[in-house]
């Protein structure tokens, strides 16, 4: 698909006429797609895991942060490339600040800025709130040239998320353990199963499996095996069942401590045993 061009006042309109940077869930559209963006390589087009779209992200560092927001049960909904808007808004809040606004390329058009990911938060009372996140790599906040224009772009961004009550920072990947990522990276594959095996039944009695047997120290694979024969399914079937079940925290151990493989020894977990009304916890080693 052709990547979109700004020239004129009216191309932007025109884009916000047909959705770009609104909606919610499954119906927000990003302002700024994969093939908008002049590519070095990293760009990626990601079916979600939570939300049921195609998520645009720029570089490794955004789908990293992808992984850690769709594996967290607090984030509700992932809204990446999200515009700031009206730009006559964020045109006054640059003057305020005495900071040139950005133009497109070539042209006196304004600029349309765009935060990388605004995340609905559920709070534990059950109310929501929003949290703008803006992602770089610590290269890029080095001193050297460019770096004055960036921090001038992120005061414009912060003074525009704080006049919307809205919490605003900066990532970088020194925020994101690195074998956090590594294991969620590996475990994404199997947030969503097969039909076939997304029976309460089976589930249950794959944890009680799971539970028998962790006391033997096996590797993953000889676990899932085990599980396996003893519920006739294939060990693909099991490899899938655990991988999502972990995903979804009906196995939780910690995924900060080491990058698993099907190698790696079964270690210390919790089961947590999907209930009708609610979910009890069983705690296994």
């Given amino acids: 698909m052709r990547g979109r061009s700004f020239k004129t006042q009216s191309d932007i309109d025109r884009h916000i006429e047909k959705g770009f940077g609104q909606g919610s869930q499954e119906l927000y559209v990003p302002w700024l797609r994969v093939q908008d963006v002049p590519s070095h390589g990293r760009s990626r087009k990601v079916q979600g895991a939570k939300v049921d779209r195609i998520h645009h992200l720029l570089s490794d560092l955004e789908y990293w942060y992808l992984l850690i927001a769709e594996f967290s049960p607090e984030v509700l909904d992932i809204r990446e490339q999200y515009p700031l808007l009206p730009v006559s808004t964020v045109q006054s809040i640059a003057h305020a600040l005495n900071i040139r606004y950005p133009v497109y390329l070539g042209t006196k058009v304004p600029y349309v800025m765009t935060t990388d990911f605004l995340l609905t938060i559920l709070e534990p009372d059950g109310s929501t709130r929003l949290a703008a996140r803006t ?77 028998r047997v962790r006391e033997y120290q096996w590797p993953i694979d000889r676990v899932l095996r085990q599980i396996a024969g003893a519920l006739f399914i294939p060990y693909t079937d099991a490899k899938a069942m655990f991988m999502h079940l972990v995903w979804h925290k009906h196995i939780v151990l910690d995924l900060t401590a080491e990058r698993f493989s099907m190698k790696s020894t079964l270690p210390a977990i919790k089961v947590v045993w999907p209930s009708k009304n609610h979910d009890h916890e069983l705690k296994v080693g």
């Fill in 135 to 211: 992602l770089k790599y610590t290269e890029s906040l080095k001193s050297g040239k460019g770096l004055e224009r960036t921090l001038e772009k992120f005061e414009i961004e912060r003074a525009y998320w704080s006049g919307r009550g809205v919490d605003w920072n900066i990532v970088t990947e020194k925020d994101l353990p690195t074998t956090l990522i590594q294991n969620l990276d590996w475990l994404r594959k199997a947030a969503t199963l097969q039909r076939h095996l997304q029976q309460r039944p089976l589930t249950e009695s794959f944890l009680e499996e799971l539970a």
